[in-house]
């Protein structure tokens, strides 16, 4: 099912792997276990189709573990201010000397 499921969705479970390397043929990219997964294309699809969903099931937690496992310092500082300005909730404040623990560790 996981083959079909890209077939139909045209390789979106690359699409972070296009990114990091632009000049990399579509079908040649490899999905990252290790990178934050979206939910399945269709899923994506629908609660797209309805905003308030959207930010709050699906781009809230992806920022929020980004921001908290992988974001530098710098990062997470211009994260903070930016999450303030949306009126979102202060996750890196609330974790502290923990947030970007993967980043530190050179992941």
């Given amino acids: 099912m996981s ?29 990252h276990k290790d990178q934050i997964p ?16 959207w930010h709050r099931h699906i781009i809230m937690p992806a920022l929020k573990r980004w921001d908290l496992e992988y974001a530098t310092a710098e990062e997470r500082a211009l994260a903070r201010e930016q999450n303030r300005r949306a009126g979102w909730p202060d996750w890196i404040g609330e974790a502290g000397e923990n947030a970007g623990k993967a980043a530190t560790a050179g992941c």
């Fill in 3 to 31: 083959e079909l499921s890209r077939i139909v969705s045209f390789e979106i479970t690359n699409h972070a792997g296009h990114h990091q390397d632009s000049y990399m043929p579509y079908n040649k990219l490899v999905p």
């Fill in 38 to 53: 979206m939910p399945s294309l269709f899923t994506c699809f629908f609660v797209a189709l309805i905003p308030p969903l």
